[in-house]
């Protein structure tokens, strides 16, 4: 008699045990270590669930060997993303010390009014995401602007985050250039310009919303910020740097490269080698300074640069909040986050290689009876994914690939389920702290996620209109039937 040596499916309660005890233990991180919880204590919890989902594998007959190499599966899919990343934070080094991102806040503050920054702000980084295609580069040059900017007219760093969240994750989601607007149609079977036509019934309302409360909130909240301190502000950015609208063509190459569909990695490293000369030739002082007394101004040049990719810039004023502003980047600032997001696939890859994930899919799928409760059970398990495997991609592709067949049976039209996916996974990611997404938005805004959850308003009215109109039956488009 054959003995059957094949893995067994987990159980519900075997699924369940490593979710509740990660849920626990962030939870516990969070209470206990606070905004710190993402620098150490959240990949801890992250390693220790995974440990216990593995135990858990291995019971049901799966072998280390397997498991193992899922992990490192799971990992290579954010090597791209960790690429992104270290060259982002070399890029925000080398602006900082070209004196772009000084240049963009100077001007910012004589422009924008703090009665309607929220709202501009999140258009802004709306046009130039729609622009790009990517809210991740948005967020990292015109956001972290924009945050020096409202900490300049003393405004809230949560709401300005939550802004430009909002902003750049709309502008990627309707931009054709967008990774995760072309990944989702793919995933689901339909056409890319249709997905994002039929996804504007959802976004333009959601966006819109959000626009009126950020106007709300704009009139609504006080600022002590006087134009005199706005002026001493701006005159001690002139005292550090030398601030020209030539100083903003690093930028300008970013945007042009990016919208010509260059590959992300190496736009932005090429903004930043940029970003690296202007430094040398526009900010020769400052570099002089900076280097110390000893070295002549090509030593210096060489020194401080080299510095700025790797470890950012520290710029000492005498006015500590300026320092804030004007120091930070490096790939060194960066190393955490891409710790943290290799902790949460790995988290993510065991779960999916054990069969975990499907087995929450198939039970939900049992109580999923109308349109609008598949509609609202697939943006739960976008956002589930999204918690769970910390990757936006995968909250795109696993749901997309699960719930595909089912949307064809009822006879759903590809795009429903197409925008469902984007309605849910792609723009929660950024709320969840120890997401790729989250993670990055927290390492270049450096504005905790559980801060500036609450003023993602775009990201939070979408899934919600997408649930809604699921169950009212509004724009839920049915397949045509050929002879």
Not at 329 to 358: D, R
Request: glycine share 8%; charged share 10%; proline share 4%.
């Amino acid at each position: 008699m054959s003995v059957d040596s094949s893995p067994r499916t987990p159980s519900m309660f075997d699924s369940a045990i490593p979710v509740i005890a990660l849920v626990i233990m962030l939870a516990g991180a969070v209470t206990l270590f606070g905004d710190n919880s993402s620098y150490g204590p959240n990949q801890i919890a992250l390693l220790v669930a995974m440990g216990i989902a593995v135990v858990i594998g291995i019971k049901n007959g799966f072998s280390w060997a397997e498991i193992e190499k899922a992990i490192v599966n799971g990992i290579s899919l954010s090597l791209g993303a960790i690429l992104i990343l270290l060259s982002v934070g070399a890029l925000i080094g080398t602006w900082l010390l070209s004196g772009t991102v000084p240049t963009m806040i100077y001007y910012g503050l004589q422009i924008l009014n703090p009665s309607w920054f929220y709202a501009a702000s999140c258009i802004i980084c709306g046009i130039v995401a729609m622009s790009i295609g990517s809210s991740w580069t948005t967020a990292a040059t015109i956001g972290v602007a924009l945050l020096g900017i409202s900490q300049g007219l003393e405004l809230s760093p949560a709401i300005t985050a939550g802004a430009v969240i909002s902003g750049a994750y709309f502008g990627d989601k309707i931009s054709p250039l967008s990774e995760t607007t072309n990944l989702a149609p793919a995933i689901a079977g339909s056409e890319l310009f249709a997905h994002i036509r039929y996804m504007l019934w959802t976004t333009v309302p959601s966006i819109s919303t959000a626009l009126v409360l950020f106007t709300i909130l704009g009139f609504t909240e006080s600022t002590t910020a006087s134009t005199e301190a706005i002026d001493s502000l701006n005159e001690q950015l002139a005292a550090q740097f030398n601030l020209s609208i030539f100083n903003l063509i690093p930028l300008v190459v970013l945007l042009v490269l990016a919208i010509r569909k260059a590959p992300a990695f190496i736009a932005v490293s090429i903004g930043a080698i940029i970003g690296a000369i202007w430094a040398v030739i526009f900010q020769p002082e400052l570099i002089e300074r900076l280097a110390g007394e000893g070295f002549s101004q090509s030593e210096a040049n060489i020194r401080v640069v080299w510095t700025a990719f790797f470890d950012g810039v520290s710029i000492e004023t005498g006015n500590s909040e300026l320092n804030d502003l004007l120091s930070g980047g490096g790939m060194s600032s960066m190393l955490n986050t891409t710790w943290l997001i290799m902790c949460a696939l790995s988290f993510g890859a065991v779960l999916e290689h054990l069969g975990m994930l499907k087995v929450f899919v198939n039970a939900i799928l049992k109580t999923a009876k109308s349109t609008g409760s598949l509609i609202a059970s697939t943006v739960a398990t976008c956002i589930s994914t999204n918690l769970i495997t910390a990757d936006q991609y995968m909250a795109i592709v696993m749901p997309g690939r699960m719930y595909k067949e089912e949307y064809e049976r009822r006879g759903l039209d590809p795009v429903v389920l197409s925008r469902t996916l984007e309605d849910s996974g792609t723009i929660t990611s950024p709320l969840i702290p120890w997401n790729t997404c989250g993670a990055y938005m927290y390492s270049v805004l450096m504005v905790n996620p559980l801060d500036y959850i609450f003023y993602c308003f775009f990201n939070i009215i979408n899934p919600i209109l997408a649930v809604v109109y699921g169950f009212i039956g509004f724009q839920i488009k049915k397949l045509v039937k050929t002879q």
